[in-house]
């Protein structure tokens, strides 16, 4: 009976994988080619700028521009590429997504040794304040993009979840009553697991990303998923003539909906490891039934 309900799960969470995989495609498609991480890393650097203008420079020994200007160079990298050469092609809008906290340190030294304002703060004064602030810029930059990659996973999720008519209990539903199935799955996604790689890890480059959808689409299509399987009117029509037969239906339907949005959009990393434990405990109950 338990071995039955870990099936069940495992079965269910690779569903879940497989959608998970192609909102994970899509976030890292977006934070790659619209540059998230260097654009939250410029907010950051701008805002420490201003931190630090506000604090020590308002005699002016150097001004908020020169400042924010100094930090954000630091993104600019030092390799000087041939202009008529491919690399420059592919990489000429190419710009670092960390800074150091050394780095920065050692522009601010450059910046008040340069300085013949005599009234400008003590370097060591300066210094300290970097060291206190970095940490809270470093941890807001990170809590914001997180905030946006959750924000448009559960969109993107949302999006695929309604195309696809993906329904939780229908789902769990499915997965416990064809026990052919169920073992298909499993057998899948120890395959995965076992293989810890997908055609939709490091999706980067547009090419990549489209190799991505068509394998997911496929793989989805064996495992009976497709876009809009029980039509238009399953959305919002209730009565004898339809599959929802009451109120209740279409509500519980739209409830399995929002909740298989929200596991989708927690990624597929997530259901990796979720799938890895519970396939590790059935196969130790499994020894333990046979002793």
């Not at 995989?21 to 977006?30: D, E």
């Not at 654009?39 to 700028?49: F, N, S, T, V």
């Not at 001004?63 to 690399?87: C, H, W």
């Not at 696809?164 to 539903?173: G, K």
Request: contains cysteine; aromatic residues 12%.
């Amino acid at each position: 009976m338990l071995l039955d309900i870990l099936g069940i799960l495992i079965a269910f969470c690779s569903v879940m994988l497989m959608f998970s995989l192609i909102v994970t495609a899509f976030i890292q498609f977006l934070q790659n080619n619209l540059k998230w991480r260097t654009r939250h890393l410029k907010l950051g650097l701008d805002a420490l700028a201003v931190y630090i203008y506000e604090a020590h420079c308002k005699n002016n020994w150097v001004s908020q521009e020169i400042l924010s200007e100094t930090f954000v160079d630091l993104m600019k990298p030092k390799i000087k590429a041939n202009r008529a050469g491919l690399f420059y092609q592919l990489f000429r809008n190419y710009e670092r997504a960390h800074v150091g906290h050394d780095e920065i340190k050692f522009a601010l030294t450059k910046l008040h040794q340069q300085s013949d304002n005599q009234i400008k703060p003590e370097l060591k004064l300066l210094l300290q304040e970097i060291d206190a602030f970095f940490v809270r810029i470093e941890t807001e930059m990170s809590s914001h993009f997180a905030r946006k990659t959750h924000f448009w996973s559960f969109m993107i999720a949302a999006v695929f979840v309604i195309l696809f008519q993906l329904d939780t209990f229908s789902v769990l539903a499915k997965v416990s009553q064809d026990q052919a199935y169920r073992e298909h799955l499993i057998k899948n996604v120890q395959q995965e697991i076992k293989a810890q790689k997908t055609i939709c890890d490091g999706v980067i480059t547009s090419v990549k990303f489209q190799q991505c959808l068509t394998q997911t689409e496929q793989k989805l299509a064996l495992y009976d998923f497709t876009l809009l399987p029980k039509g238009e009117a399953h959305y919002y029509k209730v009565g004898e003539t339809h599959h929802h037969k009451t109120l209740w239906q279409l509500i519980s339907f739209w409830i399995g909906m929002v909740i298989s949005t929200i596991f989708i959009s927690l990624g597929a990393p997530f259901w990796f490891n979720r799938i890895k434990t519970l396939i590790q405990l059935k196969d130790k109950l499994s020894k333990v039934t046979v002793k």
